[in-house]
């Protein structure tokens, strides 16, 4: 274990609340570290704020004001979502002030394996996956990152026989310095969150951090059928595992004979895989390369692909409705997730789109658009993504003002036998707070048809 003396008699400002800012603020006090906390929102509409207060922290509410630098501060502890564009962050990396976020601090303070499990697309599929095959393997599989628990927070509280399964963002990975898993899953790299990163070559970087202080003890799980990825994992000096719907890859995960293959060893065929989508073939993919390595069973993998039907708001099945199936694809908050969700099906669709407009067009969509028969749109990029719709041909396009009002103009619009999808192929920010909050919402909705 590497206690976290790094920060001990150190002055921390902790940038930003939320669940991380608030457990690595609380985790760095408990290392001696001289913790301020600055939050943009106020006091007075804080309850993290006020709970801080209350224990005797420094807590400064309502504006991030740069003074806060002044006091010889040693580290920035960012939340992830705020960007390094914020006047604050420019200011702390212009002075040479590491910034960075709680995964570092994780890092530092696990007991625990961990596997680190990051991509534009299908995270959280294959850290659910990795953590159902890890069950009855002797050791003790905790979920935990970007897919709801705080990571610091639970490798503070880990053990040797634990091996934590951490889903994480470019967001969280660009504020690492020395973090290296034992595990380290990069699953493909597509255009997303340029208005963060600046450019596709910041946001590749931010993945590869996954891989950068990884040794030859390490193991480096990667998609060898996406370039960008391939060109990052070779950079490591971690044992190389690649996974690959298209080549035999004997030293890592593939397809052969309709069956998955593990380095050479059948793990199951494909016909008892109930999770639907060519995409999740390569989450399932990369899953049992990760949890293989981390000691997972045939027998229990093999449970989980026969039972696993996907995770809430990805490609979730929610009901049917006189003959007509309704998904629940809230997470797709990029056009790759949108195309992937679409491509999963083979009868035409009723698409539901649109969400916060991030500058970008949707003529990427456009194949996948000629497979819908009807769509709905809602958000920001509803003109956008109408243009992208009129250019696939498709002759039925509604505007509707929000989700709630997509399902029932998207039921009037369907026959016995349609597919019924909320894809948004959009972040949720324009109208919701998260994806599950839209998620829930379309789910909702669809049942009050009944």
Known sequence: MNELKTFQGKNVLVLGLAKSGFAAAKLLKSYGANVVVND????????????????????????????????????????????????IVNEAVRRGIPVITEVEIAGLVSRAEMIAITGSNGKTTTTTLVGDMLKNSGRQPVVAGNIGTVLSEVAARSNESDVIVAELSSFQLMGTVTYAPRIAVLLNIFKAHLDYHGSLEEYA???????????????????????????LAHKTKAVKVPFSVTEVCLDGAYIKDGCLYFREEKIISLKDIVLPGQHNLENI???????????????QIQETLKTFTGVKHRLQYVTT???????NDSKATNILATQKAISAFGQKIILLAGGLDRGNEFDDLIPQL?????IVLFGQTAPKLQRAAVDAGIEDIKLVDNVGEAVPAAYQNSSEGDIILLSPACASWDQFKTFEQRGDIFINSVHKLK
């Not at 207060?53 to 002044?70: I, M, N, Q, T």
């Not at 950068?212 to 990825?229: G, I, L, S």
């Open 40 to 87: 943009r929102t106020p006091l007075e509409e804080n309850e993290q704020a006020k709970v801080l207060v209350k224990d005797g922290y420094e807590v400064v509410c309502g504006a991030h004001p740069l003074s806060l630098l002044d006091r010889q501060t040693d580290y920035v502890v960012k939340n992830p979502g705020i960007p390094y564009s914020n006047p």
């Open 205 to 231: 970087a931010a993945k590869g951090r996954i891989f950068a202080n990884q040794t030859e003890k390490d193991f480096a799980v990667y998609n060898a059928d996406d370039e960008r990825v391939t060109e």
């Open 285 to 299: 993919l990369a899953a049992v390369a990760a949890s293989k390595l981390a000691g997972a069973t045939n027998s």
């Open 321 to 327: 409705v006189n003959g007509r199936k309704f998904y």
């Open 370 to 374: 000629k497979q819908v028969k009807s």
